[in-house]
Structures are given as structure tokens and as C-alpha cells.
């Protein structure tokens, strides 16, 4: 017997509701042996086309007369099947979080598509998912333990970490003379010109005897942050 598959991702925002990403995947995991529930393929059964929607349609209520008659659908989607896949982005839709958590509370497996495209492996906790270890339960033992702060980081690069500490408290008595050490994101938020330019000085030290590779690290560490704190802020 065939498996059924549920595939969960982000929709409103994107071209074409991203369907294009859901008839991909789906198509990939057919061939992979899975009968595939896609939330694309359930709004063309009843007649929605994406080109023809404004980007803030309301799905809810979508070809149907009672409200949230997409959301009730979905779960129930969610419940035929054996296995929860994900497209990249799920992490920012509000629904595909909400399947997550069903399909979760229902103990099936949840994977990332490419993921299982990739090693035929299925998964069994959406904390695997979150983004860069940003979205982490900490709370859990299974969520600290996916993000090992000190044997994963610190233990991996001291001398890097000692470096960039450093480059924080020149920068810091160069643009903030006499104040505490703190990160004064209005003064310089250039970050993918100056990564750059201290990328193409690698190798050499600065003037003020910061080398420009450690430069670029902390550059990469303010733009990373920024982009996870963004994304977080949407969830």
C-alpha cells in the first residue's frame, strides 16, 4: 500500500502562492513511491487560480461559504496521512506552523522535503527544522541539545571567538568612546559592502591592527543576526 503524504509551506507573499514549489515537490515524492495531499492541488480542485489572486487573499474562507473552511480541510489533510513534508520557508507561514503542530500532536513523522529527497530518511521532530538553530525550544532537552553553544562553537574556533571579541571592543572604543561595550546598530548597517571589502583585504591586517578575515566574521555574525532576529520576529 502506498504511503500518503502531507506537504506543508508558505504560500501568501510568494509568486503564484508558491505553487510551483508544491507541484515540485509533490511530483518528486510520487515518483518516490507517496500518494501526496498538496494544499496547491486542493485550491485547484475548487477552482483557484493563483495568478488571478491578490497577494492578501483571505484562504480561509476559500470556495467555501463557512469561514475557515481551508483550515478545517488542511488538518484534516493532515490527519489522512503518514508523513508531514516541508517546503523550505515553512518556518514563516502561519499554517504551515499550525501543521506542523498537528502533525506533531498526531505523532507523525515531519521532514524536510529536500531533505528526505536527498537521503530517503524520514524524521520525527519539527525542532530538526527551525532555522539555523534560531527558533530552538530551549526549554526542552532535545531542543538544547540541537544547539551545542559550547561544544559546537566556543570549543571549535577559541582563537576566532578571542578575535572577534577584540574586534568588537575596537570598534566599540573607536565609534563609542567612553561607553560600555555594546553593538550601535545605527552607526554602521552597510554590512554586505563592508563583508566585502574586508573579504578582498583577507590576509592583511587593518590599520587599526584588526585583521580584515576577523572583520569579515563579524560582519557575517551582524548580518546573520539581524536576518534570524527578522525572521523571528515573523513566527
Known sequence: MRRKAYLAGPMRGIPLYNFPAFDAARDRLVDRGWDVISPADLDRAVGLDPADLPPDHDWRSWGEASPNSTIKRDIAGVLESDA???????????????????ATWAGLPVTLAVEYLKTGVLTDSPEAHAPDGAEMDMGTHAGRKRVPVASGVLAYFPQAIRAIAHCSWVGNEQHNPGEPLHWARDKSGDHDDCLIRHFMEAGTVDTDGVRHTTKMAWRSLAKLELELEAALAKS
Open 84 to 102: 508531514l513534508f516541508l517546503l523550505p520557508g515553512w518556518e514563516n507561514s502561519v499554517g504551515a506552523k499550525a501543521e506542523v503542530g498537528v
